[in-house]
């Protein structure tokens, strides 16, 4: 769970 968290919030800050 943390793991999918942090990923997911890597990927937006790229995003952006």
């Given at each position: 769970?943390?793991g999918?968290s942090?990923?997911?919030?890597?990927r937006?800050?790229?995003?952006?």
């Open positions: 769970s943390t999918n942090k990923g997911f919030f890597v937006q800050t790229n995003k952006s």
